[in-house]
């Protein structure tokens, strides 16, 4: 005989609600949704949805734990594969890690490690000079493999970095949603990286003739064929952490923000210019505009960290970030473009000879100034966007206390 359950209606006890599960309320943003371009691309791990990688780990595991009447060698072999596929698949880093270990372990156990080594290019700078000291190098063929070294480290920094630390940092914050996870950690990689970046190129400028932004030292000893082991790691450096950018950016299956044509028409710019000022010994004009780059990429990032989160410093950090990006972005590379209209031509060697390696000629100097204009024409673009919501704050901070937010709307949907 079953209990008869009481009737709260007739007993006159109100009926409890079921618990609704609590979240924690972030305030909106002061300044809005900070909708600019910046060259942060998403992860990896974000173009996959959770029940997708679900589904795909339910069949994995089938197959590891399916039942086989002949346990050979074979056999084991196809499970451990499966097992490590499963891994690849949920961590985005674990394959590029791989990668990298198995590099260094067939490099340390080869016992030989001189430019004879093939490997010796992926891991080491290629073209020492003899006899030089401090060690000065050369360029090369070789630096592309040094370069796709780099491309695959930063893959693996890039997907470490963002979900073993900064998607727990975006859950602390109380950040939800697919997107807006993803937009936050974004930012904060770039924070991690423009933090390094930022500081080690300034350190290089202060420590040649050029310092401060001395724009006819990239003229006056041209070419630059040798440099000190730091400024082409850190070239290198550079030029595979753009690269690998632009890589991911081209295999986004996301859909792509309002920006995204210019984003990436700034990608190809950036890599024209790293890849050109290389190969044409224009290196010193180079290292001014990664400082430029990095420099106001670093306060961008912060200032969408801080918007993201809500926090009270989120203003006064945004007004900041406008003046550091107008003097970077603007005045130091409008600087540089005046002079290669004015210095390129008249300080220094102005000569065409391939056999010594000089290209600064009337015949580079509308190269190089097309391509430097061409980066202004889109940091203008963006000006243009920081000035609108600079003026949207305004009004809003005077009218009505009503922020737009479109980010919120559907990113809250997961």
């Known amino acids: 005989m079953t209990q008869q359950q009481p009737d709260s209606v007739s007993s006159g006890i109100a009926p409890v609600p079921?618990?609704?599960?609590?979240?924690?309320?972030?305030?909106?943003?002061?300044?809005g949704t900070i909708k600019l371009g910046d060259s942060a691309v998403p992860s990896l791990q974000s173009r996959r949805s959770i029940s997708d990688i679900n589904e795909a780990e339910k069949y994995q595991l089938k197959e590891i734990n399916r039942t086989s009447q002949s346990v050979d060698d074979m056999e084991v072999s196809k499970k451990l594969f499966t097992f490590v596929k499963i891994l690849c698949y949920r961590h985005t880093w674990f394959a590029p890690l791989l990668v990298l270990i198995s590099a260094n372990v067939v490099y340390l156990l080869s016992n030989n490690y001189t430019p004879s080594n093939p490997l010796h290019r992926f891991l080491k700078l290629s073209y020492e000079v003899p006899n030089t000291d401090p060690p000065l190098y050369e360029k090369g063929w070789k630096d592309f493999c040094f370069v796709f070294y780099m491309i695959i480290f930063f893959t693996f920094l890039r997907e470490f970095t963002m979900q073993i630390f900064l998607q727990p940092l975006a859950r602390y914050f109380g950040i939800r949603g697919k997107s807006r996870t993803s937009r936050f950690v974004e930012q904060t990689y770039a924070i991690f990286y423009y933090g390094i970046t930022s500081p080690f190129g300034l350190y290089l400028m202060k420590h040649s003739p050029m310092w401060f932004f001395k724009t006819e030292e990239f003229f006056r000893e041209y070419p630059h064929l040798q440099h000190t082991w730091l400024f082409k790691y850190y070239y290198l450096f550079q030029a595979g952490f753009w690269s690998q950018?632009?890589?991911?950016?081209?295999?986004?299956?996301?859909?792509?923000?309002?920006?995204f044509k210019e984003l990436v028409f700034h990608h190809i710019v950036t890599i024209l210019l790293i890849s050109l000022s290389y190969m044409f010994n224009f290196t010193?004009?180079?290292?001014?505009?990664?400082?430029?780059?990095?420099?106001?990429?670093?306060?961008?990032?912060?200032?969408?960290?801080?918007?993201?989160?809500?926090?009270?410093?989120?203003?006064?950090?945004?007004?900041?970030?406008?003046?550091?990006?107008?003097?970077?972005?603007?005045?130091?590379?409008?600087?540089?473009?005046?002079?290669?209209m004015t210095e390129f031509l008249t300080v220094g060697p102005n000569v065409l000879d391939f056999a010594?390696?000089?290209?600064?000629?009337?015949?580079?100097?509308?190269?190089?100034?097309?391509?430097?204009?061409?980066?202004?024409?889109?940091?203008?673009?963006?000006?243009?966007?920081?000035?609108?919501?600079?003026?949207?704050?305004?009004?809003?901070?005077?009218?009505k206390d009503e922020r737009s937010d479109d980010e919120d709307e559907d990113e809250d949907e997961e």
């Open 18 to 31: 079921p618990a609704t599960p609590t979240s924690t309320h972030r305030r909106r943003s002061s300044v």
């Open 245 to 259: 950018q632009a890589l991911i950016l081209t295999l986004q299956l996301e859909k792509p923000r309002k920006d």
């Open 284 to 340: 010193w004009m180079g290292l001014a505009i990664y400082i430029t780059m990095d420099v106001s990429d670093l306060f961008l990032g912060t200032s969408k960290t801080l918007n993201y989160i809500g926090s009270p410093l989120e203003v006064p950090f945004f007004l900041l970030f406008v003046v550091v990006w107008i003097y970077t972005r603007h005045w130091l590379n409008l600087k540089i473009l005046y002079s290669v």
């Open 356 to 399: 010594s390696q000089q290209y600064k000629c009337w015949i580079s100097q509308p190269m190089v100034f097309t391509l430097i204009l061409a980066l202004q024409l889109v940091n203008a673009y963006w000006l243009f966007l920081i000035f609108r919501i600079l003026v949207r704050f305004a009004i809003y901070n005077v009218k």
